[in-house]
């Protein structure tokens, strides 16, 4: 289990990312969120929140889609009782092209997803934690969405790989 002086990094986080690093048990997509001090009692810690499952046929851009709508629903326990929208961490399995038929490539990205619409806690909270997740995970490609508007799929495959073959909108 990794962690922070203030986050920590489940074990059941840990393991579902192995999971989709080695391709076991088809799961295209992870979210994960952070449980507050507040409501775990004890500290901030990462938990999985969903699972996406690999769709036979679906298209990268599809289950982006899914991931998309998931991320501007979610809710987070708010400090004084209620749901909040919260920020998100997910992991997504990215296959794609490249530019000029030079091959197809894979490559696991972590999205960081914390829109400028949340509370400043919730900020604050996401800012101090990320460290956690990507030093315990270890992915090198990272798309930060901080607003709706970003979370096109075309964007999010540009900033992990600028030679990928854009997808038509």
Known sequence: MGSTARTVVSEEVTSTFNEIKLGKKGIKCVVYEIAPKHATGKHEEFRVEKEFATVPGMSDRDAWKELCAHLVDAKSPGLKGGQ????????F????????????RKKIALIDYCPDTITT????AHSASSSALRTTLNVNDVVIIKD????????ALQEIDPKADLVDE
């Open 93 to 104: 399995d990215f296959h794609y092209k490249l530019k000029d038929g030079e091959g197809q």
């Open 148 to 155: 709706d508007d970003e979370l096109e799929y075309n964007s």
């Open 121 to 124: 806690w919730w900020k604050m």
């Open 84 to 91: 909040v929208s919260g920020p998100r961490f997910a992991v």
